[in-house]
């Protein structure tokens, strides 16, 4: 069974940072692109980030690049999301998801091959940033 689990996420103060981790289970994690999507409430999904299979190539949406860098640890079967200068509007809940292309206006675009079409999706967790 295909498992995605998000964590790291709670409250934090503007300008303040913040680290969250996806732990994955049940599929090749090596052979996946791994992404970050998050929903603020009351708005659509927004596409994050998202890496490559193998870690080398990353794409950010012009909402967080510079300020959030996604990681992976194949060995682990991890993603990783820091973010650093964090504003009010990243409140959200952040998902990670397997085969999506972001874009940099925050669209996510399935690039997989199942027959759902939708790739695999985790739990989110929830950030807020306020004071």
């Known amino acids: 069974e295909v498992q995605l689990q998000a964590s790291g996420g709670g409250l934090v103060q503007p300008g303040g940072s913040l680290g969250l981790s996806c732990a994955a289970s049940?599929?090749?994690?090596?052979?996946?692109?791994l992404a970050w999507v998050r929903q603020a409430p009351g708005k659509a999904r927004e596409g994050v980030s998202c890496?490559?299979?193998?870690?080398?190539?990353?794409y950010y949406s012009d909402s967080v690049k510079g300020r959030f860098t996604i990681s992976r640890d194949n060995a682990k079967n991890t993603v990783s999301l820091q973010m650093h200068n964090l504003k009010p509007e990243d409140t959200a809940v952040y998902y990670c998801?397997?085969?999506?292309?972001?874009?940099?206006?925050?669209?996510?675009?399935?690039?997989?091959?199942?027959?759902?079409?939708?790739?695999?999706w985790g739990r989110g967790t929830l950030v807020t940033v306020s004071s």
């Open positions: 998801a397997t085969d999506y292309l972001i874009t940099e206006d925050g669209s996510y675009l399935y690039i997989g091959d199942d027959n759902a079409g939708k790739g695999s």
């Open positions: 049940g599929f090749t994690f090596s052979s996946y692109a």
């Open positions: 890496i490559s299979s193998n870690g080398n190539t990353t």
